[in-house]
């Protein structure tokens, strides 16, 4: 069983940048993947970035490659989404979400875990 808690949303404008944070209990959050999803009003919940248990391999959605950094410190059960040059674009609800799968890391369904969720407003 994993629990995540998000927190480090914010209003921002745009060009700024954010860090969010996803906190995890569990011992074995390590060998979990780590995913990012955000969903804006009337919109469906899309994949962000992902990160696989070991920190080697990530994944970015395209609209946020060059911008926006996943990580994680597997010593203290945290995963980090750094956000940089932010659009008014980015606002959206963003999730934390943790898998134990390693190949098919991009849709919501493979994910067993998610947080409630931290708000992030972008500005023009």
């Known amino acids: 069983q994993v629990q995540l808690v998000e927190s480090g949303g914010g209003l921002v404008q745009a060009g700024g940048s954010l860090r969010l944070s996803c906190a995890a209990s569990g011992r074995t959050f390590s060998t979990y993947t780590m995913g990012w999803f955000r969903q804006a009003p009337g919109k469906e919940r899309e994949f962000v970035a992902a990160?696989?248990?070991?920190?080697?391999?990530?994944y970015y959605a395209e609209s946020v490659k060059g911008r926006f950094t996943i990580s994680r410190d597997n010593a203290k059960n945290i995963g980090y989404l750094q956000m940089n040059s932010l659009k008014p674009e980015d606002t959206a609800a963003y999730y934390c979400?943790?898998?134990?799968?390693?190949?098919?890391?991009?849709?919501?369904?493979?994910?067993?875990?998610w947080g409630q969720g931290t708000q992030v407003t972008v500005s023009s």
């Open positions: 979400a943790a898998t134990k799968n390693r190949l098919v890391v991009t849709t919501t369904q493979t994910y067993d875990y």
């Open positions: 990160i696989i248990w070991s920190g080697g391999r990530t």
